[in-house]
């Protein structure tokens, strides 16, 4: 049962349960006292995991190569897990531009990590895709000590990790 004025966040009670007190915020409202508060924990931790993934990637780039930038890694593991890709289409997916993803891929592809391929639709087109190299690296660094993020979630229990993954999904898209 929902109690309360409309536009105004509403106090929902379950009537097995009486005097239970759960609150469901109206949208486009100001967050109450506790869901600020709450909000604030969730920003804190976002801010020590960015953190963690930015250390966790900084440390996988240089493992791969001392020249490789944080950035460059970032986009090989796209390409790695998308399989060969647009340049275009990484650079929207990524949030860049897509001069960033032309010179990050130059360094790859002069590394041995990423080749081009022609796109059998677009004869004009190339396709970005890793190579044998950049895979056995990537193993490498998921297996080494510089996969922070990887070690710390490997003992948690496979539904914990969906909902995980779930969760931050709906954060990631609104």
């Not at 791969?64 to 796209?78: C, E, G, N, V, W």
């Not at 275009?88 to 002069?110: F, G, P």
């Amino acid at each position: 049962m929902i109690h309360g004025t409309p536009g105004l966040p509403q106090r929902a009670t379950a009537p097995d349960e009486p005097g239970t007190d759960t609150r469901v915020e109206t949208p486009g409202a100001a967050p109450s006292v506790e869901s600020a508060s709450a909000i604030t924990e969730v920003e804190e931790q976002l801010s020590v995991l960015a953190g963690l993934i930015r250390a966790s990637m900084r440390d996988a780039a240089l493992f791969i190569d001392t020249s490789l930038q944080p950035f460059a890694f970032k986009l090989l593991r796209h390409i790695e897990r998308y399989g060969p890709t647009h340049s275009s289409a990484v650079a929207a997916a990524l949030y860049v531009d897509k001069s960033v993803i032309s010179r990050q891929a130059k360094q790859l592809c002069e590394l041995g990590l990423v080749r081009t391929e022609l796109d059998p639709d677009d004869g004009r087109a190339r396709f970005l895709a890793v190579t044998d190299l950049a895979r056995a690296k990537l193993d490498a660094v998921r297996n080494g000590e510089t996969a922070i993020v990887h070690k710390r979630l490997s003992d948690w229990p496979t539904d914990d990790l969906h909902q995980l993954a779930a969760l931050l999904a709906q954060l990631n898209n609104p």
